[in-house]
C-alpha cells in the first residue's frame, strides 16, 4: 500500500531487513528531522531498536543514544553483544556513559568496560562509584586544565591545536592545577581576551568555589541559584580536581527526578515504561504496584464487610460509598500535590508537620462543607429523606477534613522517615481515607437507622 | 519561649514590626543561608512577604524574588503599591520581568509598567506580546551586538569599559549586525582570543542558526538538543535581532510545565497554591475541581442506583463496588502516565491511537485476569461462593481492559482535540471507568442472580 509505504517505521524496517550500509540508514533518518525519527525509533520493538543501533556508525548511534531515557538505553545495550555496545558507550560524554552503565547489572556493565580502551574503562570505573544523583555521578571529566606555571599564549596555542579533543568542551572555563590535580582556581575563557598573553595564568585565576563529589541534587540545585556560573569543578578531599558538573546536567536531573516522580506517583515503579518494551516487563512492573493496592483495598472494604447489617437495612447508602471514597481521594490528592510542590520548592520541610496540617484542616473543613452541602442534597433529593442527607453529607465533610490532614502531612512525614513520598503517599492516603470514610458513613447510618429505613 | 525566639519567622516578623533598617533584614537573611531563608519567607503570610519586599533594597527584594514561582510573585506585586513594586520589577532580567508581569491583570501590569523608566517601559510593552512560552517570552533582551566594521580590539575594548553594563551578559557570544538591528552573524566569546585584533568583526562571524519570536517550548526544546549552544538568538521576519534565548530558560520552563501539569492531574487548577497564600484563594481554586468531581461522581453512582433490586438481593457486592472503582483507576491512571511520558519524550503522538490501544489492551488483558484471580479468590474465600467470585473477578478483569485502553488513548484524543490531557484525563477516566465497572459487576450479577442469593 502506498500509504504504509510512507510509514518511515516500515521504511527504516526494510532498510534493517536488507542490511543496507550505514550511510543509507542515516541519511534517512537525517531526512527525517529529529522529532519524527525519535519518534519511529521510538515506535520499532526493542530488538529492532537493538538492531538499528548496530547497523549505525558508533557516533551516529551515540547521538540517537543521547535522545533515548537512559533506563530504556540499558534496556537496549544491555542485550546487545558486549562488543557491539562498547563502540556506542566509547562515544558517549563521560557523564552520560556512567549514567547508563550504572543502570546495568554489574556483570552487564563490567562486560561493556572490559571492552572499552584503556583509559575510558579506568575512568567509568573511578566514576561508577557515585549515585547518579551526586556531583560525583553528574560531573563530566572532559575539562581544561593548566599548571600555573604556564602563560596565556601557551594556554591559547594548546587550546586552538587540540579543537578536535575539546568538542566536549561546551564550558568556558579553564581550571589552574599544581601538581597535575590539586586545583589552584579558575580562569573564565573570555577573561583570557583581556589578559596580556605573556602573564602566567597561575597569576591571574581566580580561587574556584567547588563541590565534593557527594554533593547531592538538591544541594547542587541552591548552588546554582547562588552562583551565576555555567560549571562547578568537583574537588575531593584532597583538593585534587575529579570533573565538573554543568549547570545543564543539575537543571536535567531535576527534570528526570521529577518525570520519575510522577510515574512512581501513577503507579509506574521499579523503572521507566515505554510501550516499545516487552509486554511482560511492563505487565510485571505495573502488577507490583497493583498486586499491593488490591490487598489495601481489600483492607478498606472489610470496614463495609462488617457493617453490612446496616447497608442491609439502607440499601441506598451503597450508592454513596464509591463517591466518598473517590471525592475523598480527590481532596486528599490536592492536598499531597501542594505537599510535594512546597518540598520541592524548599516551602515546606519534614519539620512542618503541624504548620501544614492546621492550614489544610480550614480548607478542609471550608471545601467538606460545601461538597457534604452538594452529596447530601443529592442523597435527599433522591430519597427524599432530608436525614439520608445529612449523614451523606456529614460524613463526606467530616472525612474531607481527615483527607486533607492526611494528604498534607503524609509526603513530609514519609520524607522524615526516608521513605519515598511519590511512591507511598498515595496508597496510604486512599486506604485511610477509604476505611474512614466507610466506617464514618456507615456509623453514622446506623446511629438514626430507624429514620432511615 | 527561647525556641520561638530563634524561629526565623518569628525574628523576621519581629524585624519587620520594628521597621528596622534594610541592611540588618538582609544581614539576617544573608546569615541564614538560602535554603532557610527562602523557607523562613514562604512561611510569612503574604502580606508578610510584600512588607518584607518593601523593606528591603530593590535588588535585593528581585534576588529574593528570582527564587520564588512567578504566580506567586504577581499575587505578590498585585497588591503591592506599583511605586513599591516598580523598583524590584526594575532590577530583575528582562526575561523574568516580563514573565512577571504578564501574569497580572492588565491594569495592574500598566499601573507598574507606568512607573519604569521609559526605556525598560517600551521594551516591556514589545515583550509582554508573546506568550511565556514563546521564544518571544523567553528571551532576554540583554545581549551584546555590534556593527560589522567594528574590529577586535574596539569590542573588546568596549566589553572591558563596561563591564557592569553587562552584569547580565552571562552569555558568551556576541552578535554582528548592520544598521543597528540586521543579524549578519555570531561570533563565540572565546573566539576573540584566538583572533587578530585588527581584525574587522564583520569579516569572521559565522551565520547564525536563529528562531522566530514565535517559536513554541517543545520546538526550541528540539532546537537545543540538535544545535549545542548556550543561547540562540530570536529574529523576526525583517531579521532584525530581538533577544536572544538561552538553553537555560528553556530547561526552566519545560521543568515548570512540568510541574504545572503535575499540579493539575492532581486537581490543583487556576493558578498555583502555596500554603502562605489566604484560605479563601486556596479553597476556591480547589472547591473548582472538587465541585466539577462530585458532579461526575454522581453520575456514575447513578448506574448503582439504577440495579438497587440486583444490590438488595446480594448486599456483599456493595463491598465490591469501591474496590473495582479504585483498582480500575489505578490501572488506567498508570496507563495515563506512560501516554503523557510518551507524548513528552515525543515516542507517541495524537496519530498513535490505534496501536497505543494494542498495546494497552494486551497488558490489561494479562494484569485484568491477574487481579480478577485476586479478588475473585478473595470473594470466594469470603462468602464461600464460587459464583460470587466468578462475578466479581470477571467484573475486575473486564473493567481493567476497559480502563487501560481509556486511560492510554483518553490522553492522545485530548491532544489531538487541543485539550488540556492533564486536566481532563484523570475526571474523564474515573467517571468513565466507575460508570462501566458498577454496570458490569452489576449485570454480570444479575444474570446469575440465583446462584448468588
Known amino acids: 500500500m502506498e500509504s504504509s509505504e510512507r510509514d518511515p517505521r516500515k521504511l527504516i524496517r526494510r532498510m534493517l531487513a536488507e542490511n543496507g550500509p550505514a550511510s543509507a540508514l542515516e541519511a534517512f533518518l537525517d531526512n527525517l528531522g529529529a522529532t519524527d525519527s525519535l519518534h519511529a525509533v521510538f515506535s520499532l520493538s526493542e530488538d529492532e531498536q537493538r538492531k538499528l543501533l548496530s547497523s549505525l556508525t558508533p557516533d551516529r548511534a551515540a547521538a540517537l543514544v543521547e535522545d533515548l531515557p537512559d533506563g530504556h538505553v540499558a534496556d537496549l545495550i544491555e542485550d546487545m553483544a558486549p562488543e557491539d555496545a562498547a563502540p556506542i558507550v566509547e562515544e558517549l560524554a563521560s557523564d552520560h556513559r556512567v549514567d547508563v552503565l550504572s543502570e546495568l547489572d554489574s556483570a552487564d556493565a563490567n562486560a561493556i568496560i572490559a571492552e572499552l580502551d584503556e583509559e575510558d574503562a579506568s575512568e567509568v570505573r573511578e566514576l561508577i562509584i557515585y549515585e547518579p544523583d551526586q556531583a560525583g555521578g553528574l560531573m563530566m571529566t572532559e575539562f581544561a586544565s593548566y599548571p600555573m606555571a604556564k602563560t596565556v599564549r601557551e594556554v591559547i596555542e594548546d587550546l586552538t591545536g587540540n579543537a578536535v579533543d575539546y568538542q566536549f568542551l561546551t564550558v568556558h572555563y579553564i581550571y589552574v592545577v599544581v601538581k597535575a590535580k590539586k586545583l589552584k582556581g579558575v580562569i573564565r575563557l573570555r577573561d583570557l581576551v583581556f589578559a596580556d598573553h605573556e602573564l602566567r595564568i597561575g597569576g591571574f585565576a581566580t580561587p574556584a568555589v567547588t563541590v565534593a563529589p557527594d554533593t547531592g541534587l538538591d544541594e547542587l540545585e541552591v548552588f546554582f541559584a547562588e552562583h551565576d556560573i555555567a560549571a562547578v569543578p568537583v574537588v575531593d578531599d584532597r583538593g585534587f580536581l575529579l570533573g565538573i558538573v554543568r549547570r545543564r546536567a543539575v537543571l536535567e536531573?531535576?527534570?528526570?527526578?521529577?518525570?520519575?516522580?510522577?510515574?512512581?506517583?501513577?503507579?509506574?515503579?521499579?523503572?521507566?515504561?515505554?510501550?516499545?518494551?516487552?509486554?511482560?516487563?511492563?505487565?510485571?512492573?505495573?502488577?507490583?504496584?497493583?498486586?499491593?493496592?488490591?490487598?489495601?483495598?481489600?483492607?478498606?472494604?472489610?470496614?463495609?464487610?462488617?457493617?453490612?447489617?446496616?447497608?442491609?437495612?439502607?440499601?441506598?447508602?451503597?450508592?454513596?460509598?464509591?463517591?466518598?471514597?473517590?471525592?475523598?481521594?480527590?481532596?486528599?490528592?490536592?492536598a499531597v500535590a501542594v505537599s510535594m510542590r512546597e518540598l520541592t520548592l524548599g516551602a515546606a520541610t519534614p519539620k512542618d508537620v503541624l504548620r501544614v496540617w492546621?492550614?489544610?484542616?480550614?480548607?478542609?473543613?471550608?471545601?467538606?462543607?460545601?461538597?457534604?452541602?452538594?452529596?447530601?442534597?443529592?442523597?435527599?433529593?433522591?430519597?427524599?429523606?432530608?436525614?439520608?442527607?445529612?449523614?451523606?453529607?456529614?460524613?463526606?465533610?467530616?472525612?474531607?477534613?481527615?483527607?486533607?490532614?492526611?494528604?498534607?502531612?503524609?509526603?513530609?512525614?514519609?520524607?522524615?522517615?526516608?521513605?519515598?513520598?511519590?511512591?507511598?503517599?498515595?496508597?496510604?492516603?486512599?486506604?485511610?481515607?477509604?476505611?474512614?470514610?466507610?466506617?464514618?458513613?456507615?456509623?453514622?447510618?446506623?446511629?438514626?437507622?430507624?429514620?432511615?429505613?
Do not use: Y
Open 253 to 334: 536531573a531535576i527534570a528526570e527526578r521529577a518525570e520519575a516522580d510522577h510515574l512512581k506517583a501513577a503507579g509506574i515503579i521499579g523503572g521507566d515504561e515505554l510501550r516499545s518494551m516487552p509486554v511482560l516487563t511492563r505487565s510485571r512492573r505495573r502488577f507490583a504496584w497493583l498486586s499491593m493496592n488490591i490487598g489495601l483495598n481489600i483492607l478498606a472494604a472489610s470496614i463495609i464487610a462488617i457493617h453490612e447489617d446496616t447497608l442491609t437495612a439502607v440499601i441506598a447508602l451503597a450508592v454513596f460509598l464509591p463517591i466518598v471514597s473517590d471525592m475523598s481521594g480527590c481532596s486528599g490528592n490536592q
Open 358 to 453: 492546621r492550614k489544610e484542616a480550614i480548607v478542609g473543613l471550608i471545601n467538606g462543607i460545601a461538597l457534604g452541602i452538594l452529596l447530601g442534597a443529592a442523597a435527599w433529593a433522591w430519597k427524599g429523606n432530608p436525614v439520608l442527607g445529612l449523614v451523606v453529607g456529614g460524613a463526606l465533610a467530616a472525612n474531607t477534613i481527615v483527607a486533607v490532614s492526611i494528604g498534607g502531612t503524609v509526603p513530609l512525614l514519609l520524607r522524615r522517615l526516608k521513605f519515598d513520598p511519590a511512591v507511598a503517599s498515595g496508597p496510604l492516603l486512599t486506604t485511610v481515607t477509604d476505611m474512614c470514610g466507610f466506617f464514618l458513613l456507615l456509623s453514622f447510618a446506623s446511629m438514626v437507622l430507624p429514620a432511615l429505613s
